[in-house]
């Protein structure tokens, strides 16, 4: 089992920017596509973005693309997800994800979740 637990969440003014993490223990990091999802208020969890095994290769929902970076640290079995220019419709739970496969339907893995706050 994948245990994951995000961090660095918390309340930003809009414009600013905000990065979370993800600490993944468990399991054999590198076998993982990772990737993070929201849930606003009233709202379905939603897909923000996933990265591949190696890193290599990044997919982004598109009201994050050009503002949000998805990126892994295998060597520390870590995933962040930084977040420029932020909106207060960016508020959300995030929540790290982990799957062995490429985009799934569910996602195997999920972390806690951690709380975004984006004053206007």
């Known amino acids: 089992q994948v245990q994951l637990v995000e961090s660095g969440g918390g309340l930003v003014q809009a414009g600013n920017s905000l990065r979370l993490s993800c600490a993944a223990s468990g399991g054999t990091f590198r076998s993982y596509v990772m990737g993070w999802f929201r849930q606003a208020p009233g709202k379905e969890r939603d897909f923000v973005a996933a990265i591949t095994w190696s890193g290599t290769g990044t997919y982004y929902q598109d009201s994050v693309k050009g503002r949000f970076t998805i990126s892994r640290d295998n060597a520390k079995n870590t995933v962040s997800l930084q977040m420029n220019s932020l909106k207060p419709e960016d508020t959300a739970v995030y929540y790290c994800?982990?799957?062995?496969?490429?985009?799934?339907?569910?996602?195997?893995?999920w972390g806690q979740g951690t709380q975004v706050t984006v004053s206007s």
């Open positions: 994800v982990a799957d062995r496969d490429w985009l799934p339907k569910t996602y195997a893995f």
